[in-house]
């Protein structure tokens, strides 16, 4: 059995585990030619870059033709699809088939990014901050990184070659090191196929994160550009017969946030306090959801979306518990920390700078414990679960912030962020007044329940009302579903939404001051602390272990490598392909393992051989999903779509013995265009002219 290898401060060597979520500038090539005979070029990497998309709904995807079609998965189009889909046409349910460029619908809110360029800042932002106090910095860091973000915008309007570009700082190494990732955006996007629900998500939440799997995850959206299909010359070729067992793969995509590099006192935070905090608080709330699908078949569609993320959330965070729960695993992890620890100790210069960097990140953990509920409830808005309040806060603070110079505004109302904030408040989103009553009536119950009746805001709200009838009163007589009304708004004088008399914008007037009190608090002796003191270990890394280590995940484009592979669970072998013959031997006729009429109306003429999902060492989180799988030659050979149950504690270690990646193989996404949906002109535009076959 190999040892368990802790994401951590791993020093690139042959021998090492297939872990690592990388950047593309400090890919460890070297590595992988030694482990796999493979060599990776600077272009191989430039192409892979610029043909995977960023989805702001949290996935990944790739282009598949050079007229802007994009491969992503289906659960990542599932948002869009219910947004489009009303009680007579359940887009969800029946699926889509554009046969026509004319016929693809636009999805409400959506946008996809492209990373064009990377461009470090890390000594902008130390200049800026040397000297400080650590809530100084705190402040001064942000101005930075919002100012040097407006000043990229603002140049990359002369770039003739990339046009106008959206430009965001990022973080790595906890504040080690700081970029400008420069990406070509996209807001018109529109969906082109998508297959039935039932085929994409077979075998449901008894499956999810299993394997075996036979899951249709895949669908098929497109970007346009001035009301044309936008021309995307950085596209993946299709592999049709995939890559082998054995065979090494690429998982480039957009893991989301990992915590390897976090110390054992945040961790236990995350275990004892802000995970176990979320399971208690959704598992109630998955139970009210069910409970209210199965009044009607109308009220069953609409819980679909939300009910599969929030029962995908439950499982991953039931999975990340179990990791923090593990005894064995938490001792390894305080094991490496004393190590490192030790290592900084035995410098003289290194203790001076960060020896007590671990006891700051502690005390400000313990503050955060002190206010979390608080924080949780009114600033990050757990107390307030609904739609139409989310808008409603969208719009107060925007009236607020907008107002200010760039730099003194929150961040997420910085102008790099205005258009994704713009994207999802204008979009034309149905909104459910059943369902965002019961949404916001249980969260009021949990505000009321958590920070206690004697709690000043539960007061001023709670008063004279129960939660039920509040979120009555308030989602019957606001007009902030209309996204006309929400457009005219956002647009028209500040002080219109100051004097508005709407009851939700009324109501996110008035729980902003104490959310943003409660939020300076966070600021000021959470985050100015953590900050402060990660940037201390991050120093005290690159000077023990060079740039030999891979950060966190945060969203941002990264590049794994492993080989396709099952593994051993209790004993018994796990292949790692799944084949279509299967499906059929599986499906029982009733949810979740139903086949649509159309798939049991096919099975004769199809192969019961073709592959259908396989398994890879890749080390992916949530995010990657939709991720391009690639071989050597940067050939698209699948389509990452979730992992197994050990990968759950991937956010927080990578055991090579067990975490696997799963992935549609190539070979059933061209079988169920071209024999099932008779999508042939999606076949032909992907397949191109040229396509390996081999």
């Known amino acids: 059995m190999r040892k368990l290898v802790l994401g951590l401060c791993l020093i690139a060597q042959p021998g090492l585990a297939d872990e690592g979520m990388w950047t593309f500038d400090n890919f460890p090539t070297a590595q992988v030619k030694q482990k796999y005979g493979v060599e990776l070029s600077d272009a191989w990497l430039k192409r892979l870059q610029r043909s995977v998309t960023r989805h702001e709904s949290g996935c990944t995807g790739s282009f598949v033709s050079p007229d802007g079609l994009v491969l992503t998965n289906h659960h990542c189009v599932m948002a869009c699809l219910a947004k489009l889909s009303s009680e007579q046409d359940d887009l969800v349910e029946n699926g889509f088939h554009a046969a026509t460029r004319a016929n693809e619908r636009r999805c409400p809110s959506e946008i996809i990014s492209v990373l064009v360029d990377t461009e470090e800042i890390t000594s902008q932002v130390n200049a800026s901050t040397a000297g400080l106090s650590k809530e100084q910095a705190n402040a001064v860091r942000k101005q930075t990184l919002s100012r040097l973000e407006a000043g990229c915008a603002e140049k990359s309007q002369e770039n003739r070659a990339t046009g106008p570009l959206a430009c965001e700082s990022v973080s790595l190494y906890q504040g080690g090191q700081y970029f400008l990732y420069k990406y070509k955006r996209y807001e018109d996007v529109r969906l082109a196929f998508a297959p039935h629900e039932s085929i994409a998500a077979f075998g449901g939440d008894p499956d999810n994160f299993n394997f075996p799997r036979w899951c249709l995850d895949f669908s098929l959206l497109r970007v346009y550009q001035d009301g044309k299909p936008a021309r995307t010359p950085h596209y993946l070729r299709l592999r049709p017969a995939g890559a082998r067992a054995g065979e090494p793969v690429f998982v480039a995509g957009h893991p989301g946030n990992t915590s390897r590099l976090l110390t054992v006192d945040q961790l236990a935070f995350q275990r004892d306090t802000s995970t176990s905090s979320y399971l208690i608080r959704n598992s109630e709330l998955r139970g009210r959801l069910t409970q209210w699908g199965k009044t009607g078949g109308e009220q069953l569609r609409i819980i679909q979306d939300p009910l599969n993320r929030l029962e995908n959330g439950l499982k991953a965070y039931r999975g990340l518990q179990r990791a923090l729960l593990d005894e064995r695993l938490f001792s390894q992890k305080k094991a490496q920390e004393a190590d490192l620890r030790r290592r900084v100790a035995g410098s003289a210069e290194l203790a001076r700078e960060a020896g007590a960097a671990w006891d700051e990140i502690a005390a400000a953990q313990e503050r955060y414990r002190q206010i979390y509920d608080r924080y949780l409830f009114l600033e990050s808005g757990a107390g307030f679960n609904s739609k139409l309040f989310d808008y409603a806060r969208v719009l107060v603070r925007g009236a607020a912030e907008r107002g200010k110079p760039n730099e003194q505004r929150l961040r997420e109302y910085s102008e790099s962020n205005l258009p994704k904030l713009a994207a999802s408040l204008l979009g034309a989103t149905p909104v459910y007044p059943d369902l965002e009553q019961l949404t916001f009536s249980f969260s009021l119950d949990k505000l009321r329940e958590t920070l206690g009746p004697d709690d000043p805001i539960v007061r001023r709200l709670l008063n004279k009302e129960s939660p039920e009838s509040l979120a009555e009163q308030l989602v019957t007589h606001t007009m902030l579903a209309d996204p006309a009304v929400r457009k005219t708004l956002w647009d028209g004088d500040p002080r219109a939404i100051a004097q508005s008399n709407d009851p939700m914008i009324a109501l996110a007037r008035e729980v902003d001051a104490e959310a943003r009190a409660v939020r300076r608090i966070y600021e000021d002796e959470v985050q100015a602390s953590v900050a402060a003191a990660q940037e201390k270990i991050a120093k005290a890394r690159f000077s023990l272990y060079g740039a030999n280590i891979y950060p966190d995940a945060a969203f941002t484009l990264r590049l794994s490598y492993g080989i396709v592979e099952g593994w051993v669970e209790k004993g018994k072998s796990i292949a790692p392909f799944t084949t279509l013959g299967r499906l059929y031997e599986r499906a029982t006729g009733r949810a979740p393992f139903r086949l649509p009429q159309v798939w049991l109306d096919a099975r004769e003429e199809l192969n019961p051989d073709t592959p259908f999902n396989y398994a890879t060492t890749n080390d992916i989180v949530g995010g990657n999903s939709g991720s391009p799988v690639v071989d050597a030659q940067g050939r698209l050979v699948g389509l990452a779509f979730d ?41 032909q535009e992907i397949m191109g002219k040229g396509a390996s076959a081999q």
């Open 643 to 683: 992992g197994n149950i050990h990968s759950i504690a991937g956010s927080y270690w990578y055991d090579p013995d067990k975490n696997r990646a799963t992935a549609v193989h190539p070979a059933i996404v061209l079988t169920a265009l071209r024999e099932v949906y008779g999508a042939h002109a999606l076949v």
